[in-house]
C-alpha cells in the first residue's frame, strides 16, 4: 500500500507494523495518531501500536497531509472535495473535517482542515467465494450487502466482482462512485478484477447507470454505498432493464432495505465473521463464512 502523503515519522511507524491488520489511520491536529489495528482503536509510537499516549507520534498539521495526498492538485479533486472526502491512487479514502465552504445550501468545498480519516483497502481473495456460490444458484441474485461502516462491504464486493467476472462469461460492470472498489490510478492500474469487468468511476449513480447500461450492456452491476430515492431509482432502472444489481449500504433498517428491488440481503456481523443470507422477504437463508486470503498473503 502506497501511503506516500504520510510524513516520514508516521510513514515509518505505519510501515513497521502488519499492513494486513491496519483499516484506519486517523489524524487531529495536535494530537497523537491514532490506528484501528486488528480491529482496535491504538496510539503508534515509533516501534509500534502503543496503549500509552507516551511517546506517541503526534500529528502536526493535518491539512498539510491532505494537500500531499492530493498532490498539491486541488482542482484534480474539486467534485470529491464537496463530499468531504477524497479517494486517491489504491483506493485510500480520506475522509475530511474542517470548515465546510457552502453556497445555496450546497458544499463548494473544505478548507482550515483539521482531521482527517484514512481509510486503508485490503484486497483479500477468496472472502467471497461462499457468498458467490449462495447468491449465484441458478443465477446471479439481486443482492445487497448491509452493516455499520468498517466491516468489509468493499472488501466483499471487490470480489464477488472477481468470482463472477473469472467464473463466468458474465459482463460485469463496477460504478465505482468512491473509487474504493477498484483502486484504479491515472494508468488503469488497481486491483485485480477478472478479465470481464469494465469500471465507471465518478458520477452520481442514477446518471451513470443510465448511461453506462446503454454504452456497456452489462449484465451484472456492482456498486458501493447505497444511500437515499435517487440511488434506489437508480437500482430499480438497472433491474427494470433485466440487470443483476449487486451493492452495499450502510443502512440497517430492515423495513428501509426491504423496499428495495433485492432478492438477497446479506448482513455482515464483522470482519473474518460469518455474513448472515436473507431473502427478499428477510426470511432467513443460511449463515456465510467470510475469511479469505489477502493478495500478499495474510489472513483477511
Known sequence: MNLYFLPEQI????????????????????????????????????????????GAIVCENAESVLYAAMEKSVYAYTEQLKNGFVTVDG??????????????????????VTSLNIRIPHDVYGVAENL?????VGDIKSTLIFSPPGYGKTTLLRDLARNIS????????IFDERNEISGL??????????????????????????????????QVLITDELYGDIDAQAVSYAVEC???????????????????PFERFVKLT????????YDKNFNFICNCATVGRTGNGGIG
Open 185 to 218: 490510478d491515472g494508468s488503469g492500474n488497481g486491483f485485480e478484477l477478472g478479465r470481464n469487468c469494465d469500471v465507471v468511476r465518478g458520477a452520481n449513480k442514477l446518471c451513470a447507470f443510465v448511461n453506462a447500461i446503454r454504452a456497456m450492456s452489462p
Open 166 to 173: 473469472q467464473t463466468s462469461h458474465l459482463n460485469v460492470l
Open 91 to 112: 483506493g485510500v479514502r480520506i475522509g475530511i473535517a474542517g470548515e465546510y465552504v457552502t453556497q445555496d445550501t450546497s458544499v463548494v468545498t473544505v478548507k482550515n
Open 11 to 54: 510513514k515509518r511507524a505505519v510501515n513497521n507494523l502488519n499492513l494486513n491488520f491496519v483499516t484506519e489511520i486517523r489524524l487531529r491536529a495536535g494530537q497523537p495518531v491514532i490506528i484501528q489495528y486488528k480491529g482496535e482503536y491504538k496510539y503508534i509510537n515509533d516501534y509500534g501500536v502503543t496503549d500509552s499516549t507516551s
Open 132 to 136: 458467490y456460490k449462495t447468491v449465484s
Open 242 to 260: 433485466g440487470i443483476a444489481v449487486i451493492a452495499s449500504s450502510h443502512s440497517v433498517d430492515m423495513q428501509v432495505l426491504k423496499a428495495m
Open 270 to 277: 464483522g470482519i473474518g465473521k460469518e455474513a448472515v443470507v
